[in-house]
């Protein structure tokens, strides 16, 4: 295996060799997915993609660690562009997270996949993968929000031990959602409309208190 052989490839190279990847494992998953399809369709010879990665479970967690990597450069490119308020930056960078993936139906074919097969050794790597990713990114990227409206006698821990339970219970629900829909957009598009009104009624409460005034 020769990873760094393969990222010191052309950009546009590694892109067509990793959306063929992503194609191939969206439409059959890991153990259906065959390596002769994905070295025709990349137009490179199989030696190769076996050269560059040593077998089809390596090739498959790099391609995860790839998009991965996609959605946190996505995220990080909002810094920027996010609103002065606390709460209303994390839903902003909420909102184009599944922004991405709406423009990505190949990633949600795949998370179907994954989240569908728990107990698949491969599957439970590549989220536990995921997981180690997201959990990283995210606190990086909250901690960079400014955060000066926050009460200052409230240790920002726990405001984000609070944020993350709000956020790994939606995204329970998403991820019930995607298998339910068979990982199609289209049906799936209105009740994400529905899970982000609720991130954003549940944020309301975090910020307001449900206690009458």
Known sequence: MNIEMFERLPQEKQEKILQACLDEFAAYGFDAASTNRIVKQAG?????????FGGKESLFLYMIERIESENERISRDQI?????DF?????HLFVKDLEY???SPKVVQLMRIIISQPLHPVYQKAQALGGQENSGQFREIISAIPR???RDDIDFEDVIKIISVIIEALEHRMNKLVIAREGSLEQ?????????????EFFAMLRFGVYKR
């Open 44 to 52: 490179i010879p199989k030696g190769s993609l076996f050269q560059y």
């Open 101 to 103: 993936l709406k423009s």
């Open 80 to 84: 920027e562009a996010i609103p002065s």
């Open 87 to 91: 709460f209303e930056a994390i839903i």
């Open 188 to 200: 799936m598009s209105r009740e994400l409309e529905v899970i982000i009104q609720d991130f954003r």
């Open 148 to 150: 000066d409206q926050l």
